[in-house]
């Protein structure tokens, strides 16, 4: 029975042993002079030497531990054990730091006869902790050093809803949304972003609702909603209201970390546009003047073909007015003649009114306002006020287009500029040709799709555009004529562009100039 037990006792600490050697941990047993007498395959690994160095050697002289607790031996003594921090040497002299538990040996008689020590490497822990320590301070670091505002914002009350979007259909899942706006809050921001929304210290911020800073909660809403789909990045332009009321114009941009999947960790960064905004609308209101003054020396230009226009009906009407006289003064009067003739002064005096009143519609100085209109139908009205100058000239005008297929959107009093001046441009480029016919000739092709747009091309016989880079003259002040200013074509291209159309210049072969314009067809059509 006895020598049973005995060799299960021998198998169940060979087998402790065996597992002793292969733990990855090192277990050292040193004896009471501090020799080595057990080295395990993890310490062989860690250390660097083999067990047949290490066994017979000084523990204190083989591994130069140092950074040990005072107290270390103390306690070792007291309670039989102790565990902490040290810093030891390896063979290739390379310092570890190591997490150790000290067991004191004790021998038959209970006294203490060494220690046992089991040990893990804490070197490749702290090298990563103090990595990451690094990297935050250097993330703390260009979060508060960028110039634009960054809020970093706790957006995980969506996260539920953002799995099941899914299921939902659109606007239950913006309801829901929009249920829960006010929920997200800023965990921390930057000290641009403090300053952004009128508080003098970031660490104010914390804890904020986010929705708070949107002047319009719906924008803020909007940017829920494509975090939620998934959308990663995120730029819109939006404006913000401080603590102190001041509104701030801003491009923000979302993003969220591909690793932030609860959504905590989502950065809402701010660029301040407000002066931007401001520059722009100053520009905007600098070029409205630069183009009323450019319609009014045109119409100054015009004042001969004017005259004419309303000229003609008068004559007219006074035709009328003395035919219908002598309709009614005759021995027997003729009232259905005399009625005609007036059905005639009163078309006439329609005809005057109408060509006085694109006149004064030209002279007015009135902000941007985009209508549905017939390109058809401004080319029309133009070619009429500029009647006088092209059969002065003996230009003839030529239009081609579908009255159903050119419709676009936009300002009528503007495109009514820019038509008149390609076109007074082209009328007068011909004055100087002798041998061949002037012929100005105008195509309005519909919109291919809405992204082209209409396509309207103003071609003539002239001599076409002198300057080798036809792009040119559409720069300010590009001018061949002694009276130009060189501003019409310039002021056309803003136009254009502020239509979000485009316009080219080029020649033709064998000659003259071709002048392009495209006009997408916009979403929002107003009505005059
Ligand atoms: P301005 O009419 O005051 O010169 P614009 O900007 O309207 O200013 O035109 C700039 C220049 O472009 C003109 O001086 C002329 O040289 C050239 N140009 C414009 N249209 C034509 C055309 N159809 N044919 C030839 N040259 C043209």
Known sequence: MLSMRDRRTRDA?????????????????????????????????LYGWRPEEAIGSKGTALLHGKNISSSAAEELQAAGQWSGEITRRRRDGQWIVLNVRWISRIDSSGKACGVIEFGADLTEQKQATAERKRSEQQYSAIFQAVGFAIYEVDCSVINIL?????????????????????????????????????????????????????????????????IANGILDYTVETT???????????????????????????????????????????????????????RITTLGQLAASIAHEVNQPLSAIMT??????????????????????FDQIAANSSRAAEVIKRVRALTRKETSYHTALNLG????????????????KQVEIKTHHNPTTSLVSGDRIQ???????????????????TDRARILEIHIKPAISPSTGALMSFEDTGPGFNNPNAGDIFHPFVTTKA??????????????????????????????????????????????
């Open 320 to 341: 009328f007015a003395n035919s219908g006289q002598r309709w009614l003064t005759r021995t027997s009067p003729d009232i259905v003649e005399a009625i005609s003739s």
């Open 415 to 433: 495109l009514q500029q820019v038509i008149m001046n390609i076109m007074m441009n082209a009328i007068q480029a011909m004055s100087a040709i």
């Open 377 to 392: 139908e401004i080319i029309n009205e133009v070619t009429l006020l500029l009647r006088k100058e092209s059969d002065g």
């Open 240 to 294: 913000l209201t401080g603590l102190d009321g001041r509104k701030v114009d801003v491009v923000l941009r979302i993003t969220r970390p591909t690793t932030d999947v609860e959504f905590r960790r989502v950065l809402v960064m701010a660029l301040d546009v407000t002066e931007r905004n401001e520059a722009q609308i100053k520009l905007r209101a600098a070029h409205a003047e630069l183009a009323h003054a450019d």
């Open 162 to 226: 953002a799995h099941s979007a899914s299921q939902l259909s659109r606007q239950t899942f913006q309801e829901f949304i929009g249920q829960l706006a006010d929920k997200p809050y800023i965990r921390d921001a930057n000290h641009a972003g403090a300053h952004l929304t009128g508080r003098p210290n970031p660490r104010d911020m914390a804890g904020t609702s986010i929705s708070l800073l949107f002047s319009d909660p719906k924008s803020w809403i909007d940017i829920l909603c494509s």
């Open 483 to 528: 009276q130009g200013m060189g501003m019409g074509l310039s002021i056309c291209r803003e136009i254009v562009c502020a239509h979000d159309g485009t316009i080219n210049a080029t020649n033709r072969t064998p000659y003259g100039a071709i002048v392009t314009i495209t006009l997408p067809i916009p979403k929002k059509v107003g009505s005059r």
């Open 13 to 45: 600490l060979s087998e402790q042993v065996r597992m002793l050697a292969f733990t990855h941990d090192t277990v050292i047993v040193r004896d009471a002079t501090d020799t080595i007498i057990g080295w395990n395959d993890g310490a062989t690994k």
